[in-house]
């Protein structure tokens, strides 16, 4: 089998370390970014760098991208300069970011009329899991597709599972996120707590985290949060748009979810107070500022 020319666009937090792996397992890469800096590290390790992303698009069998609003994603594909300007017949373009399922869709439609292949992957497991090669990816789309890109998806991933037809990686990743922000309330609640009544919090996480209550947040956020480290392995801005997505995919099933409504307000909360390039355990100062007002 021929070993395929792999397109990158986004090489910010998380996309740097994950197209990084993807050249150190031996993959011609070409990258983009809207940042050029931020992908002076893959370039020096062999990357080629196109100025735009449909220069990507014209030198790549396989595109990945990361990047990060739904404005941000519609201009890489469907903008003048965009991956659709040269898309192939026969190229596959896989979303590893969070995506509208609706975008997803017109995504996936547009690429079907060039003869070619969208498959939505998003990801869970932060800057760590990037750093790491030990995310989850969660995949939408044509099984055969999938296929053949799941050699490059194990270079990034410890789990990667197809959930179905296109836009079932998205609403999977919408699920992850519901998860993922209860977690952070609990977490940043009961370091919060624990901190009121004396409690020494870095034997607390040590305990709680061996029984029921142990979870990813616990083993790699709380500590951060102990030593009052807010730098981002998901920012917060990112977070925000997250559960904006998913506050309107939940109306548009016809589902009341509470405590998404009140992890989107104490995010946005959080924004309001400066912390949008915080990452997501910064939380803890929405929670704590209760308290005291």
């Excluded at 997501?280 to 500022?289: S, Y």
Aim: aromatic share 6%; proline share 4%.
């Amino acid at each position: 089998m021929i070993t395929p020319k792999v397109g990158w666009i986004g090489t910010g937090t998380m996309g740097q370390p994950m197209c990084g792996h993807l050249l150190a397992a031996g993959y011609q890469v070409f990258v983009n970014s809207r940042t050029r800096s931020k992908a002076d590290a893959l370039i020096s390790r062999g990357a080629s760098w196109c100025d735009t992303p449909n220069r990507v698009t014209a030198c790549s069998d396989i595109v990945f991208t990361m990047v990060g609003t739904p404005e941000e994603v519609r201009e890489v594909y469907f903008g003048d300069q965009g991956i659709f300007g040269s898309l192939q017949a026969g190229s596959i373009l896989v979303d590893m970011g969070t995506t509208p399922p609706s975008l997803t869709a017109q995504i996936c439609e547009r690429a079907l009329a060039a003869q070619a292949c969208a498959i939505d992957a998003p990801v869970s497991g932060g800057d760590v899991g990037a750093r790491n090669a030990k995310l989850s990816i969660m995949v939408g789309g044509d099984r055969r597709c999938v296929e053949i890109v799941r050699p490059l998806f194990d270079c990034l991933a410890k789990t990667v599972a197809w959930m179905g037809e296109a836009g079932s990686g998205q609403h999977t990743k919408m699920a992850n996120q519901l998860v993922v922000a209860g977690t952070m309330i609990g977490v940043c609640e009961a370091l919060v707590y624990a901190a009121r009544a004396d409690v020494d919090l870095e034997k607390l996480v040590a305990v709680i985290s061996q029984g029921a209550a142990g979870c990813w947040t616990l083993d790699n956020l709380a500590p951060r949060i102990i030593s009052g480290d807010d730098a981002p392995g998901f920012m917060v801005d990112h977070f925000v748009k997250d559960l904006g997505i998913a506050l309107q995919e939940a109306e548009n099933l016809g589902l009341v979810l509470p405590g998404l409504e009140l992890a989107s307000k104490l995010y946005r909360d959080l924004q309001a107070m400066g912390h949008g390039h915080s990452g997501t355990q910064a939380l803890v100062h929405a929670i704590r500022q209760l308290s005291e007002d």
